[in-house]
């Protein structure tokens, strides 16, 4: 457990606009910063950090909170897990109980698994500094690729012992569990049930999350027998999933978000030499083309990517429909192939780092130009090799919504291919329009049910037994209680002057007012316990108090309430004569009015179970009990509404 002391100084010490811009491409805008949601897919920023508060309010999912949340949010971490990423981020210890067997036991499997990879990831790579054979073999075969040992060391590269159970035997006797051995990927178990190495002798390339914790491997042999394979990577695992992840973008992130660009290469070396050589904003995917979650990774950090390849314009023809799609999230997509059969890797080592940067801007070509380049003309004389290539184009072209893009290829295509012009777009708005349905089908918002339901003896309100009026003030009801915890946000530890008698502070004011009230919303009703604890404790809680509450659905329900999407420029009157009411103004008004529209709603409902009541009962006694009860009821809230008239008039 992690002492409140710590916890305040990691909070103190945070900077949620440095933290999630380490994620997220932010701009200022006003007092806040915006950017696209990192948790939907979206082109209109409407992702808003505000440092003021402290807080992230994703408008698109609902998301908010502190940065703790959004670590939680985005990268699956535990409580405990985000605040130790923060304090890592920014220097500050953190007091933790010996770690026992029996504490690894007791740990979740997520965090079991993140465990014995950062154990293994520091195996391989003291194996490759500090024993004979890591540095024999692993060491000076890293050497020669031309990586330093700050290289070494940042991308923790290692080697893994060619024995069969160097790091499943040293792991055991750790107290990692065979579990966690074998579901990482790391071990291998035998018929007989014993476990061994998967990565024997082999040069290992360790691989992170955009958060900097080791998730998987890749492991290259470096026998040349034909029969083994080169590379072992990790098999798919609770924390490691390859379409989500980018190799390297964890030390390339912040390069990319300032530079606005975004070098992709293909292998584990390219990505280090490169890097090394000052060009940092350098990342490989796990395959040739991009996934879905790879490119909203990207995205988050620039729009513009530039595809660097080898020699071999076949495998990059074969993945260019793909590299199209980037198109649809907006992407400016370019592509390098480098000659002589030159990699990313061979070419910077060769030239250095000013004539590699030089190159890629004088190389650089968009898909369509870049395809145009390839065609054979004697490709062109097959029909079928022809149409082949007129369906990648109307591909390519279709995915850019772009109508100036399309216009300024459509003719340089058609001529080339020698088709026709008005044939060829035809073709490509045909396709846009499948395209447009498709994603209308797909997107459709599910409120069909309403009809089918009317045509059905048995309504949806009917099988859950609430009426329409009882489901409005429901509602209404639970919207009141969630202005109610605003208030107490927003002004619970300001005073009040109420009719010259003495000030008092507005929460316990409130807090005593609503201590006959039960919530019925949950995490309402949570805030409201916690609130009033703290006022017997003799506290007045902030918002910042529960901006950082370890309970997910309290930090939901704040940070909602006190985030907003507008808010209105210091001139907004000076330009258009418009007076908005602020609530401060008249603060008797506004906190009694929520108050007792509370009060009202809750009498409302009273009056509606009363009604249902009175609609079952059939004996005159009972009807009458009944009755009684829904008078005085009706007295209530009367007094309610003319007293809620009164004080709003005021």
């Known amino acids: 457990m992690i002492l409140k002391s710590t916890i305040d100084r990691i909070m103190e010490a945070t900077d949620i606009v440095e933290v999630i811009g380490e994620f997220v491409q932010l701009k200022k805008r006003g007092a806040n910063y915006v950017g696209l949601s990192p948790f939907a897919n979206e082109r209109t920023p409407s992702f808003t950090v505000s440092p003021a508060k402290g807080i992230f309010k994703d408008f698109s999912s609902g998301k908010g909170g502190s940065a703790v949340t959004f670590l939680m949010e985005l990268e699956k971490f535990s409580y405990p897990e985000a605040l130790k990423w923060l304090a890592k981020k920014y220097g500050i210890e953190v007091e933790e109980t010996v770690e026992t067997i029996e504490n690894k036991e007791e740990e979740n499997r997520r965090e079991s698994l993140m465990i014995v990879s950062a154990f293994a990831a520091k195996f391989f790579h003291e194996s490759l500094l500090e024993t004979d054979e890591g540095k024999a073999i692993g060491l000076s075969y890293f050497k020669e690729r031309g990586f330093t040992t700050d290289t070494i060391n940042k991308f923790e590269l290692g080697y893994s012992p060619d024995q069969w159970e160097a790091f499943t035997g040293q792991a055991i006797k750790e107290g990692y569990q065979p579990e966690f051995l074998i579901n990482s990927g790391l071990s291998v178990k035998r018929d007989n049930g014993n476990l061994y190495d998967r990565y024997r002798g082999r040069v290992m390339f360790p691989i992170h999350t955009a958060a900097g914790r080791v998730v998987g491997f890749g492991g290259r042999t470096l026998k040349s027998d034909k029969s083994i394979p080169k590379y072992v990577n990790s098999p798919e695992s609770e924390i490691y999933n390859k379409s989500n992840i980018l190799y390297g973008f964890y030390f390339a992130k912040n390069a990319i978000r300032n530079k606005d660009q975004c070098y992709l290469v293909e292998g584990y070396a390219d990505v280090i030499s490169v890097h090394q050589a000052g060009i940092e904003n350098v990342v490989a995917s796990s395959g040739t083309s991009l996934t879905e979650q790879q490119v909203k990774l990207l995205g988050r950090q620039t729009k513009n990517l530039t595809i660097l390849y080898d020699g071999d314009t076949a495998g990059i023809k074969a993945a260019i429909r793909g590299f199209s799609l980037l198109y649809k999230d907006k992407f400016n997509v370019k592509i390098v192939t480098f000659p002589d059969g030159h990699d990313p890797d061979s070419y910077v080592r060769n030239v250095g780092t000013s004539a590699f940067e030089n190159y890629i801007e004088k190389s650089s070509k968009g898909i369509v130009e870049f395809y145009l380049g390839t065609i054979d003309n004697e490709d062109l004389k097959d029909p079928i090799k022809k149409i082949k290539v007129a369906d990648d184009f109307a591909e390519i072209l279709s995915n850019n919504l772009d109508r100036e893009f399309r216009s300024s290829y459509t003719t340089q295509v058609a001529e080339r291919l020698k088709i026709d012009e008005r044939t060829f777009i035809g073709v490509i708005n045909k396709l846009i329009l499948n395209k447009a349905k498709k994603e209308t089908v797909q997107n459709r918002p599910i409120t069909d049910f309403s009809v089918e339901a009317d045509n059905q003896d048995d309504t949806v309100k009917d099988v859950i037994g609430i009426s329409e009026d009882a489901s409005n003030l429901l509602y209404a009801e639970q919207s009141q209680e969630k202005e109610i915890v605003r208030l107490l946000l927003l002004y619970g530890n300001k005073m009040i002057d109420w009719d010259g008698i003495a000030n008092t502070y507005i929460g316990p004011f409130m807090i005593a007012e609503l201590n006959d009230v039960e919530f019925e919303h949950p995490a309402s009703k949570a805030f409201i316990e916690i609130y009033s604890k703290e006022v017997e404790n003799g506290v007045l809680p902030e918002e910042q108090h ?43 008004a506004t906190i009694l009015g929520a108050i007792f529209h509370l009060k009202k709603q809750k009498v409302g409902k009273m ?17 009458e009990i009944l009755l009684n009860q829904y008078m005085r009821m009706k007295k209530v809230e009367k007094t309610i509404s003319d007293y809620l008239g009164s004080v709003i008039l005021k």
């Open 607 to 623: 009056l509606q179970s009363l009604r249902n009541e009175l609609q079952k009962t059939e004996g005159e006694a009972d009807q």
């Open 546 to 588: 529960f901006i950082h509450y370890p309970d997910k659905d309290i930090v939901d329900l704040v940070v909602t309430l006190i985030a907003t999407k507008y808010t209105l420029s210091e001139n907004w009157y000076e330009m258009h004569k418009i007076l908005v009411p602020d609530e401060q103004v008249n603060m008797k």
